[in-house]
């Protein structure tokens, strides 16, 4: 069965510090993606940041990258140099090749301190 | 860049009235869908649409229906609402894929929401 699970419900992180989100993911198909999105308090899902299963590299965008592991069957975002606007929850999700639809973790709420 | 809009940001409704959701994209999207998300049970997929006058149940379509007339439309109905329903709506699109692999244009783009009350 396919599942994303994100295993912290909370994070509270110093103004400037890196963080890193943890995520992992079960499929059996070869051809999968992996997603981090951001939701603020206003309810919008905002796309962060893309993975192929077939990447080579870790995808980056901007002060996000997403740390890769496939053997162990984890895409953890990491958020360099936090700012406030970070708060927010965070979800990992995952699409696969036998559906077009996406799956989502629980997510986690990150709060960054000033 | 992106949009995908949503007809309203905060909506109340009394139990028993039909509702309407509606969203709109404008990037040429052949996929659309319908999330709701609760506290404690995340983002949970209603109804998709393919293409025009194409619809697939989601994981919990019961008290829903669906309507796609136009490419750029997805609306949301709600019969008969219930205290239940009571929720946030979330509306995405993406680009249908081309080959048998995923890849990036699987993203889904949504739109800002709809907080729905039924009392």
Known sequence: ?114 | DVKVTQSSRYLVKRTGEKVFLECVQDMDHENMFWYRQDPGLGLRLIYFSYDVKMKEKGDIPEGYSVSREKKERFSLILESASTNQTSMYLCASSFPRQVLRTSSTDTQYFGPGTRLTVL
């Open chain 1, 1 to 114: 069965a396919q599942k994303i699970t994100q295993t912290q419900p909370g994070m509270f992180v110093q103004e400037k510090e890196a963080v890193t989100l943890d995520c992992t993911y079960d499929t059996s198909d070869q051809s999968y993606g992996l997603f981090w999105y951001k939701q603020p308090s206003s309810g919008e899902m905002i796309f962060l940041i893309y993975q192929g299963s077939y990447d080579e590299q870790n995808a980056t965008e901007g002060r996000y990258s997403l740390n890769f592991q496939k053997a162990r069957k984890s895409a953890n975002l990491v958020i360099s140099a936090s700012q406030l606007g970070d708060s927010a929850m965070y979800f990992c999700a995952m699409v696969y090749s036998s559906a077009s639809k996406i799956i989502f973790g629980s997510g986690t709420r990150l709060s960054i301190r000033p």
